[in-house]
């Protein structure tokens, strides 16, 4: 079975994303009450006993959220960083978490697994490519400024899920404070629009057959604006680009 991935929800208000090949799946971030998870698994026809487990990138609680509880609830385990772990929890981690290393590739199942360090203002943020031997697919949801190393874990993937926080103008003339405005589009913040165009043209892009715009700020950005900015960049329609929406996430996609 070909690795395929969908979206229970991108945005402030909580972030996760499956991943599936062969007989394993694994949800990545739970920044949702385990009751909203277990009705947006729902939705894509799984259930919680149908996962291996969880893997976090960060503890902010749109990511990190109901993670822990509703592992515990379900007999899951979870992956997270030494620093991640530091922030959550501090003491040593109970049995079904294991800490992993922001550079580390592990597998669960038919899975493999690559972590990679992002900057971005959390205690030891990672993202991750996930692959099952034939395809591979890249998330980078949280990450105030691309960097080389970004760039050459993130080329050559067949399916991209790819920050789109803000528009320049938007957050610039938009309503937040002035200290939330620095945070967001500092260097540890979150990617605008055009930083993203910028890191694709660092990337080996010749086998993208997927590319979703996620976590897209309700006040400072639209579907409109984050698509053009892609499309432009790698020649393609306003349509081919995909979007990660708060509320739906996006269904099942397949490599």
Known sequence: MALRFASLGS??????????????????????????????????????????????????????????????????????????????????????????????IFAVGDLCVQPFPVPHDAREPVQFVFSDGASRLGVLTDIGTPTRHV??????????????????????????????????????????????AELIKMLDVRRLRHVVAAHLSESNNTPALARAALAEVLGCTVEWIGVASQDAGFDWRSL
Do not use: Q
């Open 151 to 196: 760039g050459e874990v993130l080329s050559a993937c067949d399916a991209l899920v790819l920050e789109c926080n803000h528009d320049r103008e938007m957050l610039a003339g938009g309503p937040y404070p002035g200290w939330l405005k620095e945070r967001i589009g500092g260097p540890f913040g979150h990617l605008a629009n055009d930083a993203a």
């Open 11 to 104: 945005g402030s208000r909580g972030n996760g994303l499956v991943v599936e090949a062969g007989g394993s799946r694994l949800l990545l971030d739970c920044g949702f009450t385990p009751r909203d998870c277990e009705r947006r698994l729902a939705r894509l026809g799984l259930a919680p006993a149908d996962l291996a487990g969880i893997v976090v990138t960060h503890e902010h609680d749109d990511h990190v959220g109901d993670a822990l509880p509703f592992a515990v609830r379900h007999g899951l385990r979870v992956w997270m960083t030494h620093g991640t772990w530091r922030a959550v929890g501090g003491a040593a981690p109970p049995a079904h978490v294991t800490l992993i290393d922001s550079h580390d």
